[in-house]
């Protein structure tokens, strides 16, 4: 549960970040974009659209050793996110327009910082320093076995992944 606390603190300042950028003319009709973070319910009965949302699919813990010269310090535990960007609209222009704005914003943003953020459930703290946000090369056919894993149809994404959270206890 508690690297859950932890991904869920980073998706919820990436998510911060791409609504507060959202551009007017993409709120705005024909449009009306909106910016979420998804699970796997809203990515198969999303009413609202078009949205652009963010969904985790993987997060693991890092071995030290992959850290090279700087290794975690002694009760840190390294977290890596896998998410999707994901764009969902009926029409089919409007959801390249959402993912080609989404694929700009999350390069102008390769950088997310959290200063310090307490679990109000466990004796828990998220430590968030320069996480890395980047583009995942993953190949399609391994794409499309994350989505027939979360039992929806394909949905016009691109992965990334968000190297640098620690957990610290």
Not at 79 to 107: F, I, K, S, Y
């Amino acid at each position: 549960m508690t690297h859950a606390l932890a991904a869920a603190a980073v998706l919820r300042e990436i998510v911060s970040r791409l609504s507060e950028s959202l551009p007017e003319e993409l709120k705005e009709p024909p449009f009306n974009a909106t910016v979420a973070r998804l699970g796997g319910k809203s990515l198969r009965e999303t009413a609202e659209r078009p949205v652009l949302g963010l969904y985790l699919y993987r997060f693991r813990t890092d071995h030290p050793a992959s850290h090279g010269p700087t290794p975690p310090l002694a009760g840190q535990v390294p977290l890596t996110l896998h998410c999707l960007l994901v764009a969902l609209a009926d029409d089919p222009d409007v959801e390249t327009e959402l993912m080609n704005w989404g694929m700009r914003q999350m390069a102008r943003m390769p950088i997310v910082t959290l200063e310090h953020e307490t679990s109000p459930h466990a004796d828990l703290s998220v430590a968030l320093v320069k996480a890395r946000i980047v583009e995942d090369d993953l190949p399609t056919e391994t794409l499309m076995q994350i989505w027939t894993a979360m039992r929806t149809d394909y949905r016009l994404s691109t992965p990334y992944v968000v190297h640098g959270l620690i957990l610290s206890s």
